[in-house]
């Protein structure tokens, strides 16, 4: 089964309703100590050079990173396509993109942070939920298409998608709000944040309205946060630091601002879009809120949740979120 996540992709399929791969080589990670293929090095030593060897490995040693690299991230054609390799080095050899490939090398001489960072989040998660498969996990330029790839047990992170909020050629291509999630920072988050959606997916239904998006998404960063040692909720997500505080400052307000709406089992994706959908910011109590603040408010409502409840590997696996909510007598004073 194949799942490609962006994060547009899933913050958007909520407003409206990882396993065997072959690389040619060995697979299976050592959850104590990750080690990031470097894909994106390899691919650009094949652009710069022609390389006969580069090209060899991109097709046998990695065939599946190819594979989905020419097919699905870039849809420029298949891998049995007789050209495909000539059409391959024409796509990257676009004038911006050899500079993207150059730039990636520049800002990432090495992942050691990445790596750092993965290796503790899996650690913790294959003590919470043992039977946790640590994906294969490598490095692309994906020309600005997604920032995480999950393909079976494989999974893709696109470093030209966090090059830091100023690098110059998002300026071309993105808004502001979109670049400040795209830093360097935000690669280990991420790539759990995805990880986890795949594989503890949201449970669809008739009924689906906006607390069960919100709680879903809320208890995934609160794992996240978890994992990674975030100190709060805010910074597991990427707000500021103002952001943060703001949420803490009005969170009853906000909590009262959705009830006296009566928003709380909207189903309407006007509404869900308003709490849920990444943007600048939203009007909120006469101020401007973070966006995605009905993720913060979910995270905040499984937290005292889990004052109850400890295991982390009982509450992924748990999706009764009315329930849940019932249950975490979320700010009873």
Known sequence: MKLRIS???????MLFTSCGIS????????????????????????????????????????????????????SIGTVKDDTISQRLQKFYSDTTLVRLLSDVEAK????????????????????EVPDTKVPFIYSQVSAFNESIILVDSLLGI??????????PLYKRFYYDY??????????????FAFYLLSRYGMNYHEGTCLIDLMMHTGKINYVVQNLLGYSDIGEAMGYSKEESDWCKDNEKEIWNYICTNDHLHARDPMVIRYYMKPAPAVDMLGAQAPALIGTWMGARIIASYMKKHKKLKDLLEFTDYHEMLSESNYLAS
Do not use: H, W
């Open 7 to 13: 994060l547009l992709i899933i913050l958007m399929s």
């Open 23 to 74: 690389t040619g080589k060995g697979t299976e990670q050592k959850e104590e100590e990750i080690s990031v293929l470097r894909y994106d090095k390899l691919l650009s030593e094949y652009v710069r050079s022609n390389s006969f060897s580069a090209m060899q490995k991109l097709t046998m040693d990695y065939r599946m990173p190819t594979k989905i690299l020419i097919e699905d991230v870039l």
């Open 108 to 127: 990432y001489p090495n992942l050691d942070e990445v790596e750092k960072g993965l290796s503790k989040g899996f650690r913790k998660l294959k003590k």
């Open 158 to 167: 696109s470093l030209d998608k966090y090059m830091g909020e100023d690098y």
């Open 178 to 191: 979109q670049c400040r999630s795209m830093r360097p920072e935000r690669i280990v988050p991420d790539c």
